[in-house]
């Protein structure tokens, strides 16, 4: 059996009353969810069911709608990828935040999308784009490359170690080897750091060679799989009778 979407193991009592009852849209609630998800980037827990009734109240009332409540909530998404979390959040947000960019300076300043809000959820999504792609080494560079990343990020207590545990969990299940150079890449980390992540927070070993072992587990070992399809003689003979057959 499947976990519950809803499910939130460290959800508080007086969040899990709301969500349960009509509270759930009263336009009151949204600086206590504000609060949750501020609880969530400091204590590393994390509720996307809460956080999507957070969107969904500020979908029914936009007045009351705050940035960095919706940027922290995107960030926190990244981290449980490759969840369809990331795109749920999107989906809640108003079009005009969601607007790409226009392809040239002469655009029509109508089009142009909100700041700084539509630039986060970009930026967010840029990111998102990355990871989707298994483009990890990209996503490190992509994260040093400006400083509104760095400032995007900054809420969200642990964003790197988590975005690395990720990374390693979702390499796992489709690798039983890799270079180290990759390796280190994908994980932005060299030398010690790195020895000490894959050794005692993966529990992969590195060989004399420079290759990364992953541990075999259900999701990385290769099996093989036989098709067998049962046809019975008498379905041929249906299809002979038809070809003869002549049409009405």
Request: proline share 6%.
């Amino acid at each position: 059996m499947g976990i519950a979407f809803d499910y939130a193991p460290d959800r508080p009592e007086h969040i899990e009353a709301i969500l349960n009852g009509l509270d759930r849209y009263n336009p009151e609630t949204t600086t206590i969810f504000q609060d949750y998800v501020t609880q969530q980037c400091e204590d590393r827990t994390y509720d996307c069911y809460a956080n999507l009734a957070l969107l969904k109240l500020y979908q029914f009332n936009p007045h009351l709608t705050r940035d960095e409540p919706v940027t922290n909530i995107l960030v926190k998404a990244l981290t449980v990828f490759p969840s369809p979390d990331f795109s749920l959040c999107l989906h809640l947000l108003p079009p005009h935040i969601l607007a790409p960019p226009p392809a040239s300076a002469s655009a029509s300043l109508s089009v142009l999308p909100d700041t700084p809000l539509a630039e986060a959820v970009q930026k967010l999504s840029h990111l998102n784009t990355l990871l989707e792609q298994c483009a990890y080494r990209d996503f490190w560079d992509a994260l040093d490359s400006d400083d509104l990343y760095a400032d995007l990020i900054a809420d969200v207590n642990g964003f790197e170690e988590l975005m690395r545990v990720r990374i390693a969990v979702t390499v796992g299940q489709g690798c039983r080897a890799v270079e180290t150079a990759v390796a280190q890449g994908w994980l932005n980390l060299q030398g010690r750091e790195f020895e000490a992540f894959v050794g005692e927070i993966c529990g992969w070993g590195v060989d004399e060679v420079g290759v990364v072992s992953v541990p075999v587990n259900k999701e990385n070992e290769a099996k093989g799989t036989v098709v067998r399809e049962e046809v019975r003689f008498e379905q041929f003979g249906r299809v002979v009778r038809r070809a003869y057959e002549q049409p009405a």
